[in-house]
C-alpha cells in the first residue's frame, strides 16, 4: 500500500482495540474486505493483535499469522517480539526454528528478540547457538545485538563472558555497560559493580540506580547512601531504592526522613513509595504522618487496592486508629487476601476478636481463599479474646478443610490461647505433638503461660528446655525469674540470676517509641529519652 493513502480506518481501530471481541470484528472486516491480501494491512493487524493485553492475543495473532502465505519479516519478528515478552518465551524460539528453514532471512530485530526470549527462561545454551547463527550472517558487531547477547549472558551467570564480549565491541553505549553492570549489582558482585562504574564512559540514572539498589542488596546502606547523594539526577526509582533499603533494615526514622527530603527534591512518589513509607509510619507509631500520606493518595487520585490499601489499613491498625483501619477497608473496591489479612491482624491486635471473626467470615463468603497469614491473623485473635472453641474450630478448619499445614506460628498461636485459659497441660501436649519440637518461640509462650498461671513445676520443665534449645536467649531465665519474684522466692531469683552471669546472658533494654506533634521519640529502658526525630 503507498504511503501516500491514508490507512484503512479499520486498521485504526484494531489498534486501539481493548477486547478480544473488538479484535475478532476487526479481523472478519479485513478478511471481508480482502485486506488481509494487503502486506502493509496484515502486518497491521498481526502487531495490534499481538500487543493486545487479553491472555488470548498472542495465540490468536499466531492464527492469523499462520494463514498468510508468504509472511515478511515483519510479521515473523512481531511474532517472536510478542512469545519473547509472554509468559512462555520458549515458544519464541520455535518460531524462530521456522523462519529458519522459511524463505525469509533473520534479520537484526529477529536475533535480538530470540536472544530476549533465551534470557527470559535462562537459556544460555539455545543463546550460544543463536549467537552463532548471529556470526555466520555477518551480524556480530551490531550494537542491539551485542547488548542484548551481554544481558543473556550476564543474566545467566556467565559474567566473564559478558565481561568478555563488552571489552571486544568496537562500539558501546550505556545500554552495552548498564547490561553487564546491572547483572554485578543483582548477584551482590559490588566489588566488581565498583569497578565497571568507574570505567564507564557515559552513564545514566539507571547506571547510578543499579549501583544504589546493588549496595541495598548486600546491606551496605552506607555506601548506598553514599551513591545516592553523588548521583547528578535522581529519579523515583533512586528514592525507592534507598527508601526500600532504610525500610527493610528496620531504620525506619531514617524512611520517613528520606520521603520528607524527596518532597522537598519534587519527586513524584509512586505507589511502591507510599506503600514504603506508611509501612515506616506503622513501625514507629507516626499516626500523624501516615495521615499526610493518606490526604496524599486522595488529593492525588490514587486507587485505594491491593498494596497501598492494605499499607494504609497497616498503618491504622498500628497506631492506634481501627477505625479509620476498618473505614480504609470498608471503602476499598478491589480487595485481595492481604488487604483482608491485615483487617483481621489489626482486629486482633485491638482485641476485637469476633470482629475479627466476622470479617474472616465474609472474606469466605466473597470467594476468597485464606493462606497462611490468614490462618495466623485468626488463630491470634481468637488467642487474644480467649476464645477457645472458635479457636480450635479455625485450627481443624485449617488442617481439615483448606489442608493447610500448621506451621510454627499456627502452633504458638493454638499453645498461646490453651495457656491463656489455664489448659497447660493440653498446651503441653500439643508442644510434644507438633513436627518442630526445636521451635523455642513455642516453648517460651508456654513458659509465659505457666508464670501467669503460677505452675511453677511446668515452669521449671519449659525453662530447662529452652535453655538447652538457645543457651544465650535470655527470655526464659528472665520470665522463670519473674515467676520466682512474684511468690517471693528470692533464693531460686538469685540463682537464676547467677546462672546468666556465669554464662554470660545479658538481657537486652526495652525500647518504646511515640508520636507527639509530628515528631517521633525513642526511649530506651534505663537511659530514657536517646533520640528524637521530627517529620513535620
Known amino acids: 500500500m503507498s504511503s501516500s493513502f491514508p490507512p484503512p480506518p479499520i486498521l485504526s481501530f484494531a489498534e486501539m482495540a481493548t477486547s478480544i471481541s473488538e479484535l475478532h470484528q476487526a479481523h472478519a472486516h479485513i478478511l471481508k474486505s480482502g485486506l488481509i491480501h494487503s502486506t502493509f494491512a496484515a502486518s497491521r493487524l498481526i502487531a495490534s493483535v499481538s500487543t493486545n493485553s487479553h491472555a488470548q492475543a498472542i495465540p490468536y495473532a499466531h492464527s492469523i499469522f499462520s494463514r498468510i502465505p508468504n509472511p515478511n519479516s515483519y510479521m515473523w519478528n512481531t511474532i517472536i517480539r510478542a512469545y519473547a515478552n509472554s509468559p512462555t518465551p520458549e515458544a519464541a524460539l520455535t518460531i524462530f526454528h521456522q523462519m529458519l528453514h522459511a524463505s525469509v532471512l533473520p534479520d537484526k530485530y529477529t536475533f535480538t528478540f530470540a536472544l530476549k526470549s533465551c534470557g527470559s527462561f535462562s537459556g544460555v545454551e539455545e543463546g550460544r547457538q543463536i549467537h552463532g547463527h548471529v556470526l555466520k550472517t555477518g551480524l556480530g558487531d551490531d550494537l542491539f545485538i551485542q547488548n542484548t547477547l551481554i544481558h543473556l549472558y550476564a543474566s545467566c551467570g556467565c559474567i566473564e563472558d559478558a565481561r568478555h564480549l563488552l571489552d571486544r565491541m568496537l562500539e558501546r553505549d550505556v545500554v552495552s555497560w548498564n547490561a553487564l553492570l546491572s547483572a554485578y549489582a543483582e548477584r551482590g558482585l559490588m566489588e566488581l559493580a565498583c569497578h565497571l562504574f568507574d570505567e564507564m564512559t557515559e552513564r545514566n540514572v539507571e547506571s547510578w540506580n543499579f549501583m544504589i539498589?546493588?549496595?541495598?542488596?548486600?546491606?551496605?546502606?552506607?555506601?548506598?547512601?553514599?551513591?545516592?547523594?553523588?548521583?547528578?539526577?535522581?529519579?523515583?526509582?533512586?528514592?525507592?531504592?534507598?527508601?526500600?533499603?532504610?525500610?527493610?533494615?528496620?531504620?525506619?526514622?531514617?524512611?520517613?526522613?528520606?520521603?520528607?527530603?524527596?518532597q522537598h527534591a519534587g519527586v513524584k512518589p509512586d505507589n511502591c513509595t507510599l506503600v514504603s513509607v506508611l509501612s515506616a509510619c506503622a513501625h514507629v507509631g507516626a499516626l500523624s504522618q501516615g495521615e499526610w500520606v493518606h490526604a496524599y493518595i486522595d488529593k492525588n487520585g490514587i486507587s485505594?487496592?491491593?498494596?497501598?490499601?492494605t499499607a494504609l489499613v497497616d498503618m491504622y491498625s498500628k497506631c492506634g486508629s481501627i477505625e479509620k483501619a476498618l473505614e480504609v477497608f470498608n471503602s476499598c473496591l478491589r480487595k485481595d487476601i492481604s488487604t483482608w489479612n491485615s483487617i483481621i491482624s489489626g482486629l486482633s491486635t485491638h482485641g476485637s476478636g469476633q470482629h475479627a471473626l466476622q470479617i474472616f467470615s465474609e472474606m469466605l463468603v466473597e470467594g476468597f481463599k485464606p493462606n497462611e497469614v490468614t490462618f495466623v491473623c485468626v488463630l491470634s485473635a481468637c488467642s487474644r479474646a480467649g476464645l477457645l472453641d472458635e479457636g480450635r474450630e479455625m485450627f481443624n478448619l485449617m488442617v481439615h478443610v483448606h489442608g493447610i499445614q500448621p506451621t510454627i506460628e499456627h502452633y504458638g498461636?493454638?499453645?498461646?490461647?490453651?495457656?491463656?485459659?489455664?489448659?497447660?497441660?493440653?498446651?503441653?501436649?500439643?508442644?510434644?505433638?507438633?513436627?518442630?519440637?526445636?521451635?523455642?518461640?513455642?516453648?517460651?509462650?508456654?513458659?509465659?503461660?505457666?508464670?501467669?498461671?503460677?505452675?511453677?513445676?511446668?515452669?521449671e520443665r519449659v525453662a530447662q528446655k529452652l535453655l538447652e534449645l538457645s543457651p544465650q536467649e535470655s527470655s526464659s531465665f528472665v520470665q522463670l525469674s519473674n515467676m520466682y519474684a512474684s511468690m517471693g522466692r528470692w533464693k531460686d531469683v538469685m540463682e537464676v540470676r547467677q546462672k546468666m552471669r556465669a554464662q554470660g546472658v545479658r538481657k537486652d533494654p526495652g525500647c518504646s517509641m511515640i508520636e507527639v506533634d509530628g515528631t517521633v521519640y525513642e526511649f530506651l529502658a534505663g537511659e530514657g529519652l536517646v533520640s528524637g526525630k521530627d517529620f513535620t
Open 213 to 262: 539498589s546493588g549496595y541495598v542488596g548486600v546491606g551496605l546502606l552506607e555506601e548506598a547512601r553514599r551513591v545516592f547523594a553523588e548521583t547528578p539526577v535522581k529519579n523515583v526509582v533512586s528514592w525507592n531504592a534507598m527508601i526500600t533499603g532504610y525500610s527493610h533494615a528496620g531504620r525506619f526514622s531514617e524512611v520517613l526522613v528520606l520521603f520528607e527530603d524527596m
Open 304 to 309: 485505594i487496592d491491593g498494596f497501598v490499601a
Open 413 to 459: 498461636c493454638m499453645v498461646d490461647l490453651l495457656g491463656r485459659v489455664g489448659l497447660l497441660e493440653e498446651a503441653e501436649e500439643l508442644v510434644q505433638k507438633m513436627p518442630q519440637k526445636e521451635a523455642s518461640v513455642v516453648w517460651e509462650s508456654l513458659l509465659g503461660a505457666c508464670r501467669n498461671h503460677g505452675n511453677v513445676e511446668l515452669a
